[in-house]
Nanobody
């Protein structure tokens, strides 16, 4: 069974940076970050495969966000730069053993989320 816990959320001014961590237990093929703002759909942000380190990003964060992993610690990080108000959301860590990186229903486990707020 996989357990996920996010940390590192906070309140950041536009243009600022923030790093999130996802501590995982159990084995999984990939871990992704999703985000959901109030009243909006939960969307994939970034994903990384544990085995080969292959990464995926949604277009709106390419060049600003970086995802990385520490296999020994079973931890995945999301480094966010040049933050914008539209990045404000609850960020969730999710794990899957197979499927499409950006599809919510393909993920088997979810963390409780951590809030990221970038004021307008």
């Amino acid at each position: 069974h996989v357990q996920l816990v996010e940390s590192g959320g906070g309140w950041v001014q536009p243009g600022g940076s923030l790093s999130l961590s996802c501590a995982a237990s159990g084995d999984t093929y990939a871990i992704a970050w999703f985000r959901q703002a109030p009243g909006k759909e939960r969307n994939a942000v970034s994903c990384i495969n544990f085995s080969d380190g292959k990464t995926f990003h949604r277009e709106s964060v390419k060049g600003r966000f970086t995802i990385s992993r520490d296999n020994a610690k079973k931890t995945v990080y999301l480094h966010m730069n040049s933050l914008k108000p539209e990045d404000s959301a609850v960020y969730y860590c999710a794990a899957r053993v197979r499927g499409r990186w950006h599809v919510v229903d393909d993920y088997d486990y979810w963390g409780p989320g951590t809030q990221v707020t970038v004021p307008s």
